[in-house]
Antibody, heavy 112, light 107 residues
């Protein structure tokens, strides 16, 4: 069965970077693009961007341009999200998803 | 960019009620729209894909439809486990966009 397993919770200071991983299994990795979505505490879902697992093409939300990088490693069927210059309003649960299947979420807390 | 305006933002209803939630797209789009249910502390779960197709394993009381740029999620007879927050997501074109969410509460 399809599974997306994310890395564990992170606590970061403002200005730092975080890298979240999403290890997939149960399907052909290069067949689907992967979206990253985040949810701040008590807020709605925010689409962050998408990466093609086939050729690495990316499309990022305008508000995150310049701070976000999405990558994949086809040898391990893993996707990565890196967010730089973290601010307190980046505190959120971060999800990877292939639209019908979602990871369990990774809590990133940004606090001094 | 296609933006999704979801309404209502909250809804109180009783078990057995029929409820509808709507997402209006800011411009024309294909049927690349999904409906998701999210319960506290959990990842979203897709209920409907391609505007009107029921995800495998989802009860048939959930249904999706479309009229022009308006997409609707209908729950025909609310069950206790349906009280949750619901979101639409357009993935017709980048940037993808979620609706603002509808919190469905017990009356």
């Amino acid at each position: 069965q399809v599974q997306l397993v994310q890395s564990g919770a992170e606590v970061k200071k403002p200005g730092a970077s975080v890298k979240v991983s999403c290890k997939t299994s149960g399907y052909t990795f290069t067949r689907y693009g992967i979206s990253w979505v985040r949810q701040a505490p008590g807020q709605g879902l925010e689409w962050m961007g998408w990466i093609s697992a086939d050729n690495g093409d990316t499309n990022y939300a305008q508000k995150l341009q310049g701070r976000v990088t999405m990558t994949t490693d086809t040898s391990t069927s893993t996707a990565y999200l890196e967010l730089r210059s973290l601010r307190s309003d980046d505190t959120a649960v971060y999800y990877c998803a292939i639209l019908s299947y979602w990871g369990q979420g990774t809590l990133v807390t940004v606090s001094s | 960019d296609i933006q999704m305006t979801q309404s209502p933002s909250s809804l109180s209803a009783s078990v057995g009620d029929r409820v509808t939630i709507t997402c209006r797209a800011s411009q024309g789009m294909r049927n690349d729209l999904g409906w998701y249910q999210q319960k506290p502390g959990k990842a979203p779960k897709r209920l409907i894909y391609a505007a009107s197709n029921l995800q495998s394993g989802v009860p048939s009381r959930f249904g999706g439809s479309r009229s022009g740029t308006e997409f609707t999620l209908t729950i025909s007879s609310l069950q206790p486990e349906d009280f949750a927050t619901y979101y639409c997501l357009q993935h017709d074109s980048f940037p993808y966009a979620f609706g603002q969410g509808t919190k469905l509460e017990i009356k």
